[in-house]
């Protein structure tokens, strides 16, 4: 199983970033996908969430509005388009896919994580 994030890096203050997170090794319509992130200092945090199912979306109020999730199942790949970028967004950010049996237990894989970075 992998989950290969990539697209972080240094960005100005107002600008854009894509994420993208390629997977592999699991059956991937059948797992939500999440992207988390991690700053400096702080506990891991949910941002984006697209179900497996009808690919309904949720998002932490933070970046409601200004980081849409997506998936293509044809590519294995879940994207998180960042917009209006501010300094507090600065974070490792984190591909997680999850499935969850009928018991309600949780079954996750993480990627390794990539540097956000915003900052003049």
């Known amino acids: 199983v992998q989950l290969v994030e990539s697209g972080g890096g240094l960005v100005q203050p107002g600008g854009s970033l894509r994420l993208s997170c390629a997977a592999s090794?699991?059956?991937?319509?059948?797992?939500?996908m999440n992207w988390y992130r991690q700053a400096p200092g702080k506990e891991r945090e949910l941002v984006a969430t697209?179900?497996?199912?009808?690919?309904?979306?949720n998002y932490a109020d933070s970046v409601k509005g200004r980081f849409p999730i997506s998936r293509d199942k044809a590519k294995n790949t879940v994207y998180l388009q960042m917009n209006s970028l501010k300094p507090e967004d600065t974070a490792v950010y984190y591909c997680?896919?999850?499935?969850?049996?009928?018991?309600?237990?949780?079954?996750?894989?993480w990627g390794q994580g990539t540097q956000v970075t915003v900052s003049s």
């Open positions: 997680n896919a999850r499935w969850r049996s009928l018991w309600g237990k949780d079954y996750d894989y």
């Open positions: 090794g699991f059956t991937f319509s059948s797992y939500a």
């Open positions: 697209i179900t497996s199912v009808g690919g309904s979306t």
